[in-house]
Nanobody, 126 residues
Framework: QVQLVESGGGLVQAGGSLTLSCAAS????????MGWFRQAPGKERELVADTIRNTGITYYLDSVKGRFTISRDNAKNTVYLQMRSLKPEDSALYYC???????????????????WGQGTQVTVSS
């Protein structure tokens, strides 16, 4: 079993920055692919970014490319999501997630996530 705890959400003005953190426990962190999802009211949950184990391979949702960066610190069992140039449409509940999947297909990985954090709210004001 994997436990995930997110932190770092909050209220920020458009154009601002936030960094989300997710601390994992219960499994060897380097054996997990880690991702960040978000869900806005009335919308489906979407995979924002993820990273495959220790490969350095990452995926980003088109709308966040060039603005968000996912990174992981295996020594701290933590994954981060740096968010810059935030827009009101980035407002959502952001979830950290983990999977054993090594697939190079982000679509397969997206459907494989089975460990979830409780979520942290990000609100971007215009």
């Amino acid at each position: 079993q994997v436990q995930l705890v997110e932190s770092g959400g909050g209220l920020v003005q458009a154009g601002g920055s936030l960094t989300l953190s997710c601390a994992a426990s219960g499994r060897t962190f380097s054996s997990l692919s880690m991702g960040w999802f978000r869900q806005a009211p009335g919308k489906e949950r979407e995979l924002v970014a993820d990273t495959i184990r220790n490969t350095g391979i990452t995926y980003y949702l088109d709308s966040v490319k060039g603005r968000f960066t996912i990174s992981r610190d295996n020594a701290k069992n933590t994954v981060y999501l740096q968010m810059r140039s935030l827009k009101p449409e980035d407002s959502a509940l952001y979830y950290c997630a983990a999977t054993d999947s090594l697939s190079y297909s982000h679509e397969i990985r997206r459907n494989s996530y089975r460990y979830w954090g409780q979520g942290t709210q990000v609100t971007v004001s215009s």
